[in-house]
């Protein structure tokens, strides 16, 4: 009878994958809620998403894609906006509307490059500073405070103009003048986590310097390093822009934002249009990013947090 009964005992049920990860889906449902709570950050969502959107569909929607090239239309140039045009003509007869949508694309692909390329200098410069500290930390702190002590624009200036102007060039002045901020804000954050509890503790276990650091440390560092990142892109977009308003950045024909705006003041006020929009494109990018950034730091900062 017991045997009987040994046999007909169920064994235990393994726990499914939603069981085990209840804290996480609980912390994510929670992300969740603060971010929907916050009306500028999906503000900010919104339009960050529709700009996605519009540089992923942007080549196929845009009712006159040769214009993103440069033809010439002189017969219909500098027109204002109508139900053709509908942000007008520029001074050859190009569709303003598609070349600033074209535009959506390669000022987000600059803004992401900018970033990247930042990020993976600065991440690791400042996690070796924190980290390690001594002489080397020292070291790499000085030299990042040799790039600070230049306002970031007008090093990206001196750079351009030693390399020429171009967009490639632009992008790495702006990547080579953006990395000091990821640098001093890893090297504060992996100093205040390197003596916490779990990392005395896995370095009692011991776990080896490198697990520590990519196991323990740099995760912690995530946070800040995406609403960072989140906020840079935008700015990254501006600076670009800025650089090609004054003709170091990307040259005409090509359809970046802020060499339309450089074209367009030259025909200021009465042909408004060919700057005003590119413009408002700048504006509204940059706003999307940082409101996002701000939703971001809400959710992950647990200081920001209701």
Same mark, same amino acid.
């Given at each position: 009878?017991?045997?009987?009964?040994?046999?007909?005992?169920?064994?235990?049920?393994?726990?499914?994958?939603?069981?085990?990860?209840?804290?996480?889906?609980?912390?994510?449902?929670?992300?969740?809620?603060?971010?929907?709570?916050?009306?500028?950050?999906?503000?900010?969502?919104?339009?960050?998403?529709?700009?996605?959107?519009?540089?992923? #569909?942007?080549?196929?929607?845009?009712?006159?894609?040769?214009?993103?090239?440069?033809?010439?239309?002189?017969?219909?140039?500098?027109?204002?906006?109508?139900?053709?045009?509908?942000?007008?003509?520029?001074?050859?007869?190009?569709?303003?509307?598609?070349?600033?949508?074209?535009?959506?694309?390669?000022?987000?692909?600059?803004?992401?490059?900018?970033?990247?390329?930042?990020?993976?200098?600065?991440?690791?410069?400042?996690?070796?500073?924190?980290?390690?500290?001594?002489?080397?930390?020292?070291?790499?702190?000085?030299?990042?405070?040799?790039?600070?002590?230049?306002?970031?624009?007008?090093?990206?200036?001196?750079?351009?103009?030693?390399?020429?102007?171009?967009?490639?060039?632009?992008?790495?002045?702006?990547?080579?003048?953006?990395?000091?901020?990821?640098?001093?804000?890893?090297?504060?954050?992996?100093?205040?986590?390197?003596? /916490?509890?779990?990392?005395?503790?896995?370095?009692?276990?011991?776990?080896?310097?490198?697990?520590?650091?990519?196991?323990?440390?740099?995760?912690?560092?995530?946070?800040?390093?995406?609403?960072?990142? /989140?906020?840079?892109?935008?700015?990254?977009?501006?600076?670009?822009?800025?650089?090609?308003?004054?003709? #170091?950045?990307?040259?005409?024909?090509?359809?970046?934002?802020?060499?339309?705006?450089?074209?367009?003041?030259?025909?200021?006020?009465?042909?408004?249009?060919?700057?005003?929009?590119?413009?408002?494109?700048?504006?509204?990018?940059?706003?999307?990013?940082?409101?996002?950034?701000?939703?971001?730091?809400?959710? #992950?900062?647990?200081?920001?947090?209701?």
């Amino acid at each position: 009878m017991t045997d009987a009964a040994a046999e007909t005992v169920t064994p235990a049920r393994e726990p499914t994958w939603r069981e085990r990860n209840q804290s996480s889906i609980r912390q994510a449902r929670l992300y969740v809620r603060t971010f929907a709570r916050n009306g500028s950050a999906m503000l900010g969502l919104g339009i960050v998403t529709l700009f996605l959107l519009t540089a992923a #569909l942007g080549p196929w929607i845009v009712p006159f894609p040769e214009d993103a090239a440069g033809s010439v239309h002189l017969d219909i140039k500098l027109q204002p906006p109508d139900a053709v045009h509908w942000f007008g003509t520029d001074e050859v007869g190009n569709d303003v509307f598609t070349r600033v949508i074209v535009g959506t694309r390669v000022s987000l692909q600059i803004g992401l490059i900018i970033t990247g390329i930042a990020m993976l200098i600065g991440v690791p410069l400042g996690m070796i500073a924190g980290f390690v500290g001594g002489w080397t930390g020292e070291a790499i702190m000085r030299f990042t405070d040799v790039f600070l002590a230049v306002p970031g624009l007008i090093l990206a200036i001196a750079i351009v103009g030693a390399l020429g102007p171009g967009i490639l060039n632009a992008m790495l002045a702006l990547s080579l003048v953006w990395w000091p901020g990821y640098v001093r804000l890893v090297q504060a954050k992996t100093l205040s986590l390197k003596n /916490s509890i779990y990392v005395d503790a896995a370095r009692s276990m011991g776990a080896g310097k490198m697990r520590i650091v990519f196991v323990h440390i740099l995760p912690n560092c995530a946070s800040p390093i995406v609403v960072k990142a /989140s906020m840079d892109m935008g700015m990254a977009i501006l600076g670009a822009a800025s650089l090609g308003f004054l003709g #170091l950045g990307a040259q005409p024909p090509y359809p970046e934002w802020g060499a339309m705006i450089s074209v367009g003041r030259n025909y200021l006020p009465d042909w408004w249009w060919y700057s005003f929009f590119p413009g408002l494109f700048i504006f509204l990018t940059v706003l999307g990013f940082n409101l996002m950034g701000d939703g971001l730091r809400d959710i #992950l900062d647990p200081r920001h947090r209701e």
